[in-house]
């Protein structure tokens, strides 16, 4: 009696082991089946330079951006998901009305400069401004020097990125803050313009843009990006020559009220479609990119996601999300009216995921969530280590998802490899023909394993 | 008495302790300097670009080969090394004439294809060769179809690399068959021509050469590659029309010998200038490609080893061989000279490290050697894991190195991500501006660092 009790505990325990032994077998299979479907397709590279070709520049409230809507709209609409609409919203918005240019005068020369406006940059009057420039390396420089030094000058930031950084995304960090910063620190003491370095790590001629902010009650003087060559170069005339005058030409304008949207679409769950695991990149790309790593990649890649899970037939048991929001680069509107939707929709979101690091070979999931969370989603992600997905762990979601922390909801982002995304982002570099197919959907591969995976095991909170 | 005793023992075991952890402190700085010189450093990525434009399609015996051997010699020389000097030495040599030449002709139109010719391909009569093409997807299938339906034809190998390996080595190798004997199987059963669909993961314009070889006694016959593109146009027009020829002109030469080199340079060991720790890659390149990834991110990844162990004052006690490989592509005659040369000198080489596998993110090192020095350099390589070298551990080293194998000395290659690599390789697509810097140099700063780790604690045979 006691030994037949043991023999069907045995039993049960043996069936009980085959079982997970199963599941994992059957999980290992679907993983396998995504990265084959993904690394043998090439709908997703197409799309990508369809987007990029017809809209680039697609800065929220510019005609490309509708465009691009209307290119990604038609893209996810041919995989028929459940549903797939706009998510329509007004915002300010800013625009170049003409390429901004300009030149340095040394000796009896002028030579032009490999220039871009900065974001939100004003304008000059219409003949340009001129101004001797004084080169600084720091924020804190402009404060020493202060207004004897800095009035009427044209500020030159010019601290390179620090390449001795392994992750480039650290230099781009500790870089930043003279874009983000610099005309308002120099207009604080009444220059007349600023110039930036550009925030890349290669010596060459792309000048490269990115947000920067004015501070309210103080003048707004023009603010553009020089090229890293061309800072080099004005650094070097400006300590051979005596008296070297920059002259700068800006026009752009702001536009107060911009008709834009949010594009979201949905694969139900079969069992739970009210819970959500959100997928997430941004539409919209500087007015001097193509936008093919930022974060037309990211577009991509999440559709990509809707059509894998479409042609394998994996059914998820809760709906799955795909959100592009819209103007991520200047005012995070869409990041805004989204997650404001969500607190009126009181819906549950289980994860939200975005890809906007690049279309560069994945290595990780970072994490930002609470350490049970983290540590749920580290053993999910483990089979994904052999695809080369080894640095999951505390990390950053993403600029889109950010909103959606208060809400309790954990936050994901794709981390790929940084060695070269900043020799295209906020470029004209960022081409589709800089982004890799394979690497491309390597990412939505790793993306897709890992909706799979939380779809049918959840996370532990 | 006693307790004297012990405290003594204790001193020495702190001291002794407090030595291991210094020893490992000065590594782990040692490579974290190597790491930042490599990362913040210019010459090596402009080097690359001086022998990418100056000498593109550098094959052994062509003009640009001995361009090249030049140009790489001089940027050696600079570094002030204390031996670098030519191993100079004759070999037979192959050379394109003139651009081959295809057409396809279905109905009444004609258009041109997209091809290169294949390394060692015959030419065909100055008004080229037509044929009807036979369209295979494997070297059996003309097995099977025999002379009968191979004889007069222009077989047309088509078979696509395995895209859903996420190693495209592996996919490389699964596919390599029909390049290097398809056009020899073919003429085997009397076709007039071969054509062979390039080895390579994208769809697109680019054809891909490379080495294919014939068989003794049997008639050579002209032998190209077609773009991907290309391969895929003229099978469905293949299977669309009746009658579809291909007319293909191929103009080639076999040069009896040529005179070539290796390149060497040493550091000198401080301690034991006899025993060496060799660094190599290879200097020729295909006619049709500037050579970045294949093989000039190698060579100047090993001379910036040289730059990089002068300029921190790392003043190893091996003696650090530079070699300088010609003719990896078609003869392996640089190699060959090489090995024959160490059988001569009975000089020690405790390690022979090559890199040709492209400028590209590294992974880590494959060792081709015994158990025991596989684990003794996966031991010594992991502080390394920390800047991404985390794949370490058996594997191939490279071809030039091969040879050196029979001689017992162990065999370590570079291993990268392999995922672009065939967007590029033996392509006109593989130009300076595919090769990262920042990718490149972190392979040279890994290469560095696993050299100055062997030299300072040397490996358990």
């Known amino acids: 009696m006691i030994k037949r009790q043991l023999n069907t505990v045995l039993l049960v325990a043996l069936l009980f082991g085959a079982f997970i032994v199963k599941a994992q077998d059957t999980e290992k299979n679907t993983i396998s089946a995504i990265y084959q479907n993904a690394l043998t397709n090439y709908d997703s590279y197409n799309n990508l330079r369809e987007l990029c070709t017809k809209a680039p520049g697609r800065l929220v409230g510019s005609p490309a951006s509708e465009l691009a809507i209307q290119i990604l709209k038609a893209q996810v609409g041919k995989l028929q998901p459940d549903t797939c609409y706009l998510q329509n919203y007004t915002t300010p918005s800013w625009r170049v009305k003409s390429p901004c240019r300009a030149t340095v005068q040394y000796g009896s020369k002028t030579e032009s400069l490999n220039v871009v406006n900065l974001g939100l940059s004003v304008s000059t009057p219409l003949t340009g401004i001129t101004g001797e420039i004084l080169e600084v390396h720091s924020l804190n420089a ?88 061309d800072a080099e170069m004005l650094s070097r005339l400006n300590k051979q020559h005596a008296g070297v005058k920059v002259w700068v030409k800006s026009d752009t304008e702001t536009i107060d009220s911009a008709r834009t949207s949010n594009l979201i679409a949905e694969i139900k769950g079969s069992k739970h479609p009210e819970k959500i695991i959100l997928i997430g990149a941004h539409m919209d790309a500087w007015f001097n990119s193509p936008g093919a790593h930022d974060d037309g990649a990211g577009c991509e890649q999440m559709i990509d996601v809707f059509r894998i899970f479409k042609e394998l037939n994996i059914k998820p048991e809760n709906t799955i999300r795909l959100v592009l929001f819209m103007d991520e680069e200047m005012y995070q509107s869409g990041s805004k009216v989204y997650a404001a939707s969500v607190g009126k929709e009181k819906r549950e979101h289980i994860v939200s995921i975005e890809s906007d690091a690049g ?84 990412g939505t591969a790793a993306i897709a394993s890992l909706v799979y995976l939380i779809d049918k095991n959840g996370i532990k909170y």
Not at 154 to 171: G, L, Y
Not at 192 to 221: C, M, N, Q, W
Not at 378 to 396: H, N, Q, W
């Open 359 to 442: 279309g560069l070979l994945p290595l990780g999931f970072g994490i930002d969530a609470g350490d049970s969370v983290i540590n749920s989603l580290k053993k999910l992600a483990e089979p994904l280590v052999d695809y080369g997905i080894y640095k999951t762990g505390k990390g950053y979601g993403g600029v889109d998802i950010a909103p959606l922390k208060s809400f309790g909801i954990p936050l994901v982002g794709l981390m790929t490899n940084s060695q070269r995304y900043f020799e295209y982002h906020h470029s004209a570099n960022d081409t589709v023909e800089n982004v890799s197919r394979r690497e491309m959907q390597l």
């Open 142 to 229: 402009v404060d020493s020097l202060g207004s004897k030094v800095v009035k009427d000058k044209i500020v030159f930031f010019n601290r390179a990125m620090d390449n001795s950084k392994t992750n480039t995304f650290e230099a781009y960090s500790g870089g930043v803050d003279q874009r983000a910063g610099g005309a308002a620190k120099a207009a604080q003491y009444g220059a007349s313009g600023a110039i930036v370095r550009s925030l890349s790590t290669e010596k060459y001629d792309f000048p490269h843009t990115g947000v920067s902010r004015y501070k309210e009650g103080i003048t707004k003087i023009p603010n553009i990006s020089i090229s890293t060559n």
